[in-house]
Every structure is written in structure tokens, then in C-alpha cells.
């Protein structure tokens, strides 16, 4: 049973406009959150992160907002680059749990910004 | 700093045959994790060292695969004998102490067995 859902498998979005890619988790012992970009054929990167005793995290052009009660967070990338076009992953961890910052991931969500 | 490396980029085997990934992490990162994603899944944790030791592992599929970090330092994972479904991209990542969840992955390994 997947703890976190990324249920978008793909995003196409206009250069300058902004992109919005979400993601759903299930576990309430969750109080990490990262946002993880993929290029083909290289590994993930670290992009921007969460704790979950926050509700919004700002770098630059992107922002992740985090719904606790709804256990909802969202990727919001403004204004969208040609060369954002990758694969996003949405990715979980229980810090003080067992599970020692092991990283739950979603399956991902390919964003195509066209110019 | 040099980021974490992984070898070989790309392995064909035949189903029964013997792979060895290897894995060096950041200089100085204790937490090594292992990972594999297998095509259109998720990236799945397969196991954490820290340092020398296994932390978790499991995440592991079976006992046909054996990781070791030998020294704390880089990392192997071994798949004997691979099976067609042992097909994927390896990603390692590694992380500081005290900061476990802020991991930096490799460009993983795919394996392709035949």
C-alpha cells in the first residue's frame, strides 16, 4: 500500500505560468518532506524540503505548501522554465520513527513546461 | 565536493549470473542508503548503514542480495543469483549524521537482466 501518492503522472504547463504538482501521504507519523527533481538518466536532486511543523517553505521560484489535516503538500514553481522539465518526486520521512530518515517516495510526476 | 558515485552506469547480466554495484558516498556522510526503482514505480528504500553497520535493511527483497560497507566508507550490493524481476535503477544516496533525511543520491546503476 503506497504511503505517499503522487496520483499526476504527468504536467504540461506554458513557460512563465506557474506549475503545480501535488502530492497525497497516508501515514500521520510523517514530519518530513521533500521535493526531489529528476533528469533522465542522472539520479534525483534535492530541491526544497519541508518539517511539519510548518505550513510553507520558500526558495526562489519554488514553494511547498503543507496541509497537515489533510495530509496534502504541493510543488509550486513560479514562473515556469523550459529547463524545470523533469520528473518530480514527492518523498516522506518519519525522522524519529523507526525508520531512522529512510525516504518514502511517490512514483513521480513529469512536468513538460513548453516554451 | 564530489557528489556520490556509482558503478558501473549500466549492467546486463544473464538470470543466474553474479552483479556487484558499488557505491562511494559523500566524503564524510555516515548514512548510506540504498535504493531501487524498478520502471514506472516508486524510488524504494532497500536498506541504511551507518557507517559500518546496518542500520535497516528491510527494505531488502530476499537474501540473493547482500550489501557491505566495509571501513564506513564506500558500498557494494550484490545480487546472487539475479532473477528478470532484480531489474531497475540502483540509486545510493548518502546524508550526514543528524541530518539523515537530507539525502544526495547518485546517478544510479541500471541493471538489465536478461
Known amino acids: 500500500d503506497q504511503q505517499v501518492k503522487q496520483n499526476s503522472p504527468s504536467l504540461s504547463v506554458q513557460e512563465g505560468r506557474i506549475s503545480i504538482l501535488n502530492c497525497d501521504y ?12 529528476k533528469y533522465p538518466a542522472e539520479g534525483p536532486t534535492f530541491l526544497i524540503s519541508i518539517s511539519s511543523i510548518k505550513d510553507k517553505n520558500e526558495d526562489g521560484r519554488f514553494t511547498v505548501f503543507l496541509n497537515k489535516s489533510a495530509k496534502h503538500l504541493s510543488l509550486h514553481i513560479v514562473p515556469s522554465q523550459p529547463g524545470d522539465s523533469a520528473v518530480y518526486f514527492c518523498a516522506a520521512s518519519d525522522r524519529y520513527g523507526g525508520s531512522q530518515g529512510n525516504l518514502i517516495f511517490g512514483k513521480g510526476t513529469k512536468l513538460s513546461v513548453k516554451p | 565536493e564530489a557528489g556520490v558515485t556509482q558503478f558501473p552506469s549500466h549492467s546486463v547480466i544473464e538470470k543466474g549470473q553474479t552483479v556487484t554495484l558499488r557505491c562511494d558516498p559523500i566524503s564524510g556522510h555516515d548514512n548510506l542508503y540504498w535504493y531501487r526503482r524498478v520502471m514506472g514505480k516508486e524510488i524504494k528504500f532497500l536498506l541504511h548503514f551507518v557507517k559500518e553497520s546496518k542500520q535497516d535493511e528491510s527494505g531488502m527483497p530476499n537474501n540473493r542480495f547482500l550489501a557491505e560497507r ?3 566508507t564506500y558500498s557494494t550490493l550484490k545480487v546472487q543469483p539475479a532473477e528478470l524481476e532484480d531489474s531497475g535503477v540502483y540509486f545510493c544516496a548518502s546524508s550526514r549524521q543528524g541530518l539523515a533525511y537530507e539525502q544526495y543520491f547518485g546517478p544510479g546503476t541500471r541493471l538489465t537482466v536478461t
Not at chain 1, 497516508?26 to 521533500?34: A, H, K, P, V
Open chain 1, 26 to 37: 497516508t501515514n500521520s507519523m510523517f514530519d518530513y518532506f521533500l521535493w526531489y527533481k
Open chain 2, 70 to 72: 566495509t571501513g564506513g
